[in-house]
């Protein structure tokens, strides 16, 4: 398909960083600093791009939303002092060391000392170009230029278009295929154990693609493109008998960055080099609405869906949307847990039988960031609250519950075994895949709290922050202590004198109507669970919107036999609170991401219920924590309940046996286990 040129203009989250908040770092330094960094933001934006399929809405710039303090915020924070605290150079060690260079920084250890070395400075790249896009902070801007510098000279070096740390097996694997020489050996190696160098590419190719759009590096768009003709060299001559076979392998976001750049250039050739990496095993199932996912390696295949979405986007083949449409729905709805994560040791798996996977390797981080980055593409086809609540529940309760509040670290998987604790990464030597992915997560907090139409401002979540839409001259502050409170209040900082409409998202958990008061009068909206509430008007400065969200425990049972549930509290996943979790060398920091796959869990209550459903029996406790206690259950004692994501340390339970009064006297016992 032919694609249609759209005007020049920024599509997803691409554009200059200012506006309120933006962080100076000494006045006249940072002033030229700062000009200089315009001056490049101006220099790289992209001449056009192509869009063939229309948008719904829209999502704003990263730097047209600043956070507020909250949960969020924190995160971000920290993940920001855990940026700055990488050494470019270290990260750059292999990337020289191969292009026949002296490395500047001592390598880092993990999985940057193996096979796979490169791929956390993609992901570095693209941490800290959305970092630089979401605050200005030159810092940030420093280093993109810098890290880019440095691999153009190893580009150079190298000669051929090349640029990456794979080492000499991996690298002699790439180049291998341009002669037709395709030996996979297992999903994620080729012959001789040679590891997933296309999805180590990808990250380059991302970051790289990041440091010249968010960042604003006009370099890194020479140094991506020359990386993407190399792309183009190595599988121009292959079969497709030749291509499918080397897709065999994990190959990461392929397509996705490919048709990206295709949508950024206009040229052609590099959305010819994005059909080449079309997994066709995987996603003619999709296309013909059927679920082959299980036993499919889960992360390995969310990245061909992102693919398939963008290329909707980018050429308007309707296939790659119901690919995505049917990918996210069935993911979703049948293979995901009540946190939003996905996968039992890295794998889909039968729903019937979820009850077996409960434990230390379930729902690996980075499958939960690929599944935000597809919903943020379905929903800006159809805004629908569906794809909104998902995103709500994974962000809260997977992403932000992924990081440790002390030292900024990442979990790899987050375990559901009943009565275990978290593991994470060490700052400088795990460097997993979900490091790499946990440092872009907090970076983009604000990417999806805000979209807008061509009249119309989505608030589609609820976090404490200040949003400047430039295009409609629209400035709102947007301040909430929610979940622990269920309101939230829209200020009007400057508006435009036209009409315009909000629309609100009321969750479909919500415990009843959502309720509008305006400037303290009550608007009669319809604030039906599961809608966009509208209130349209010409705004005024001043002007404050009282959002109020009914919120009530609820159960959600495990798929497959009855008798497993979750507690929830608006989007809040309920864990019991099990007590301190060990510490020693390895716990809770660990260079091994599978630590915890070993330790021994505590026992853990099972719930005896009377006559009464479960949710009647969980009361939340007097003071501001979002905190509950069970109540009037079958035990000695009573259980307390807190949001997954404030339990860091300590031993846990997300899913709960629950019994009746007759299913337990049954039994023969006379106390549950573990009391
Ligand atoms: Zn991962």
């Not at 940030?140 to 190893?154: G, H, L, N, P, T």
């Not at 709500?392 to 309760?397: F, H, I, T």
């Not at 969980?618 to 924590?625: C, D, K, L, T």
């Amino acid at each position: 398909m032919v694609p249609r040129m759209a005007t020049p203009g920024p599509r997803r989250e691409e554009g200059l960083a200012v506006g309120a908040g933006r962080r100076f770092h000494g006045p006249a330094k940072a002033m030229r600093s700062h000009v200089a960094c315009l001056l490049a933001l101006l220099i790289a934006q992209p001449c056009a791009r192509a869009q063939a399929a229309p948008d719904a809405v829209r999502p704003f710039r990263l730097g047209d939303v600043r956070l507020l303090d909250g949960p969020f915020r924190r995160a971000m924070e920290r993940n920001e002092a855990y940026l700055l605290s990488i050494e470019p150079d270290r990260l750059l060690h292999n990337t020289r060391l191969y292009a026949g260079l002296e490395p500047k920084g001592e390598l880092y250890g993990g999985w940057e000392s193996g096979g796979i070395a490169g791929h956390t400075l993609g992901h570095y790249l693209t941490a800290i170009s959305q970092q630089y896009a979401a605050t200005g902070d030159a810092r940030f801007k420093a280093r993109i230029d810098y890290i880019v510098s440095e691999m153009a000279q190893c580009q150079r070096l190298y000669g051929d278009g090349y640029i990456g740390a794979l080492p000499p097996r991996e690298l002699a694997t790439l180049r291998g295929f341009a002669k037709g020489v395709i030996q996979p050996w297992g999903p994620h190696t080729f012959l001789g154990g040679s590891w997933v160098p296309w999805y180590t590419e990808h990250k380059v190719l991302n970051g790289l693609k990041d440091a010249w759009i968010l960042g604003g590096c006009a370099q890194a768009r020479d140094v991506a493109l020359r990386l993407a003709d190399f792309v183009d060299t190595l599988t121009a001559g292959l079969s497709d008998d030749q291509l499918q076979t080397m897709l065999e392998v994990e190959h990461g976001g392929m397509v996705d960055v490919l048709v990206e750049l295709y949508a950024l250039t206009g040229n052609p050739r590099y959305l010819e080099t994005a059909r080449r990496f079309r997994h066709r095993a995987v996603l003619d199932p999709l296309l013909a609405r059927r679920d082959e996912l299980n036993g499919l390696h889960s992360n390995t295949q969310i990245p061909k869906i992102i693919g398939e979405a963008r290329s909707y986007e980018a050429t308007g083949d309707p296939q790659g949307r119901q690919i995505a449409e049917y990918f996210w729905d069935t993911v979703v709805r049948h293979h995901s847990y009540v946190i939003g994560g996905n996968s039992d040791d890295e794998h889909f798996f039968d729903e019937e039988a979820t009850q077996a996977h409960l434990d230390a390797a379930t729902a690996e981080t980075c499958n939960t960031y690929n599944m935000l980055k597809l919903t943020e593409h379905l929903f800006t086809w159809e805004p629908r609250v569906e794809y909104s609540d998902y995103y709500e529940r994974a962000l809260y309760n997977d992403i932000l519950a992924s990081q440790d509040p002390e030292l900024g670290m990442f979990t790899y998987f987050m375990s559901l075994e009943p009565g275990l604790f978290k593991t994470y990464s060490t700052p400088t030597e795990s460097f997993w895949c979900c490091v790499g992915t946990g440092m872009e997560n907090h970076t983009k907090y604000g990417a999806a709290i805000y979209y807008h139409g061509a009249d119309a401002l989505y608030v589609n979540l609820f976090i404490p922050s200040k949003l400047t839409w430039r295009d409609r001259g629209l400035v709102l502050r947007q301040d909430t202590d929610y979940p622990r409170g269920n309101t939230t209040r829209l200020t009007v900082l400057s508006s435009p004198p036209a009409p315009l409409a909000f629309r609100v998202r009321c969750p479909g958990w919500a415990a009843g109507p959502v309720l509008f008061e305006l400037n303290g009068a009550r608007l009669d909206v319809p604030g039906s669970a599961g809608t966009f509430a509208e209130v349209r008007r010409v705004w005024k400065k001043g002007d404050q919107l009282k959002v109020t969200i009914p919120m009530a425990v609820r159960t959600e049972a495990l798929a497959g036999p009855p008798g497993k549930v979750a507690f929830l509290y608006g989007p809040a996943v309920l864990a019991g609170d099990l007590g301190p979790g060990p510490r020693s060398d390895s716990v809770p920091y660990s260079p091994d991401n599978r630590t915890n796959l070993s330790a021994e869990p505590v026992p853990v209550p099972i719930l005896v219920l009377g006559d009464q459903p479960a949710e009647s029996s969980i009361v939340r406790s007097p003071g501001e924590a979002l905190q509950f206690v069970t109540s009037g259950l079958d035990h000695p004692r009573d259980i307390t309940l807190r949001p997954f994501w404030e339990i860091s340390y300590n031993r846990y339970n997300v899913y709960w046996n629950v019994m009746t009064d007759a299913q337990w006297s049954l039994r023969g016992i006379s106390k549950p286990l573990g009391w």
